[in-house]
């Protein structure tokens, strides 16, 4: 499986972005998706996660309200709304796949990885 994200870029205190990550395989939609981030001079932290069907959520609680995970396994694509967005969400940010499906929220449990897409949230 490859992952291919996009939808990075700068945006004000308050505004919104959509990222994308776009999948190769069949398999695709048996697996469980996750979003990650990894602040500047950071670890990479956990964002969200979404079962194989969609029918499952989790987020972490930094942004709980504001992010919502989505998936299209017509078009192999999972997304990240991001709304409301503040300086501190600046990051560059992973998608993530998981071939058993657990949706764990640790990072050394996924399979998959993307190359990332920056996101800059300025004040």
């Known amino acids: 499986v490859q992952l291919v994200e996009s939808g990075g870029g700068l945006v004000q205190a308050g505004g919104s972005l959509r990222l994308s990550c776009a999948a190769s395989?069949?398999?695709?939609?048996?697996?469980?998706m996750a979003w990650f981030r990894q602040p500047p001079g950071k670890e990479r932290e956990f964002v969200a996660l979404?079962?194989?069907?969609?029918?499952?959520?989790r987020y972490a609680d930094s942004v709980k309200g504001r992010f919502t995970i989505s998936r299209d396994n017509a078009k192999n694509t999972v997304y990240l709304q991001m709304n409301s967005l503040k300086p501190e969400d600046t990051a560059l940010y992973y998608c993530?796949?998981?071939?058993?499906?657990?949706?764990?929220?640790?990072?050394?449990?996924?399979?998959?990885w993307g190359q990332g897409t920056q996101v800059t949230v300025s004040s």
């Open positions: 395989g069949r398999t695709f939609t048996s697996y469980a």
């Open positions: 993530a796949a998981d071939r058993d499906a657990v949706m764990w929220t640790i990072a050394a449990r996924y399979d998959y």
């Open positions: 979404i079962s194989w069907s969609g029918g499952s959520t």
